[in-house]
């Protein structure tokens, strides 16, 4: 079969703008990454990236808005210095929802973000799964990227299909995130299913992640070993008060508020949740009189309070 000459010719043009943006992405992504190696900070590559350069054929063929990256939470500080000393821009609040957004304007029109977590997810429910000391301990390096480091894949479908069940606001069954399960359940050897399956079971995250893969082999066909999926059909535990309180708003905060290294990040994280800049208050409930502002910054504190200090 002949493919159309319009045809071709705009896939080639597309492929290579792909490919120009990927080495451009690929050499902003270096300089951070040696921004927090000269400091001291370690560094995981996760989500879309981490698969990009570990399971597709070549990174560009992984479509992604932006590249996560995993810091422990004392590297928090430290970060946000290697950011600015490497020429890059802190784009949203460092403590409000677990990460920040670092910018970096490209040549050209192109703008790549880079998403600095220091909980391995936002969501309450998940972010305490697994901890920065745990994933580094047994995570592997990056093919063809010297000394960079991502997570096992044990932890990556894990956090695959976590992220999927718990990411508010996007469709789980985005196709993209579905495939990355399918590319993933290949790349496992059998010891490999046994340590994932103990895993969710352990953490108490069957339910997300037998929705994953049973999403992944409906979709995709995906070969799903017998044992493992029994394995993870077994009840999760009940969600007793002191379990509830651990997967909430409330018991994340206390969590954050104890672990934040020092009383400036915690103040900054208070300042961040319930006293936020006067201009995104009015971007936020859609005002532009700032006489609005004391009774906007009333109706977010309240509503914060509300959202924060619950079980939810």
Request: hydrophobic share 40%.
């Amino acid at each position: 079969m002949s493919w159309p000459p319009d045809l071709r010719n705009a896939l080639e043009e597309t492929s290579k703008g792909d490919i120009a943006q990927e080495m451009l992405r690929a050499h902003y992504l270096k300089k951070l990454l040696k921004g927090f190696s000269d400091l001291g900070v370690p560094c995981l590559l996760t989500k879309g990236e981490a698969l990009a350069n570990t399971l597709y054929p070549t990174p560009g063929t992984r479509t992604r808005c932006d590249s996560d990256l995993f810091i422990p939470i004392d590297g928090i500080g430290k970060a946000t210095q290697a950011v600015a000393d490497a020429g890059f821009a802190i784009v949203s609040p460092v403590y409000k929802s677990h990460q920040f957004t670092v910018r970096r304007e490209g040549e050209g029109p192109d703008v790549f973000e880079f998403d600095v977590h220091w909980r391995i997810l936002n969501a309450p429910r998940y972010a305490r799964t697994l901890s920065f000391d745990e994933t580094y301990g047994h995570s592997i390096e990056v093919p063809g990227m010297e000394s960079v480091r991502t997570l096992d894949v044990v932890d990556t479908l894990l956090l695959a299909c976590m992220h999927r069940a718990g990411s508010d606001g996007h469709d789980p069954d985005r196709l993209i995130w579905i495939y990355d399960i399918h590319l993933l359940v290949a790349a496992m050897a059998p010891e490999q299913w046994l340590a994932f399956a103990d895993k969710a079971v352990r953490l108490n995250v069957q339910t997300p992640c037998l929705d994953g893969l049973n999403k992944s082999r409906e979709c995709l066909g995906t070969d799903l070993p017998t044992g493992a999926m029994k394995q993870l059909s077994s009840p999760e535990t009940p969600r007793t008060l002191s379990r509830r309180y651990a997967q909430s708003n409330l018991g994340l905060l206390i969590d954050d508020w104890k672990r934040l290294p020092d009383s400036q990040a915690r103040r900054e994280l208070l300042h961040e949740l319930f006293l936020p800049n006067g201009e995104s208050l009015l971007r936020k409930y859609h005002k532009e009189e700032r006489w609005w502002l004391p009774l906007l910054y009333l109706r977010h504190i309240f509503s914060g309070l509300s959202q924060r200090l619950t079980l939810r």
